[in-house]
């Protein structure tokens, strides 16, 4: 069983940067998916960015040129730096895992929260601007 669990959240002011950390425990018995997601006041929890077993790394459009994934297998660290953040960027950040699956694209579409298999208890980030 895998478990995760996410820090680094916290209040920022806008043009900011955060970084966001989840340390695994457990095992995965195959490759995996790594992803963060968030999810802002009254919208529906949506992918952030992601990372496979093969360190390919996929990003949100609303992110990209802002933020960077890293996996430290090593350590079991998820990473995720995010700058120049606005205060649509707040909200609440949950790191997951999908195992048995590659990170595609697909995995940021609408609805893709529900092929994760394990799932942080999620971190606050707030941007004031």
């Known amino acids: 069983q895998v478990q995760l669990v996410e820090s680094g959240g916290g209040s920022v002011q806008a043009g900011g940067s955060l970084s966001l ?13 790594l992803a963060w997601f968030r999810q802002s006041p009254g919208k529906d929890r949506e ?6 077993t093969d360190d390919e790394k ?13 996996n ?16 649509e960027d707040t909200g609440r950040y949950y790191c997951a895992a999908d195992e048995g699956e590659y990170c595609y694209n697909w995995h ?17 980030v707030t941007v004031s601007s």
Do not use: H, M
């Open 47 to 52: 992918t952030v960015a992601a990372v496979d």
């Open 21 to 33: 950390s989840c340390a695994r425990s457990g095992e995965f018995k195959t490759y995996y998916c």
């Open 72 to 87: 430290d297998k090593t350590k079991k660290t998820l990473t995720l730096q995010l700058s120049n953040l606005k205060p």
């Open 58 to 70: 996929y990003y949100a459009d609303f992110v990209k040129g802002r933020a960077s994934i890293s």
């Open 108 to 124: 940021f579409d609408r609805g893709a929260e529900s092929e994760f298999d394990y799932w942080g208890q999620g971190v606050l």
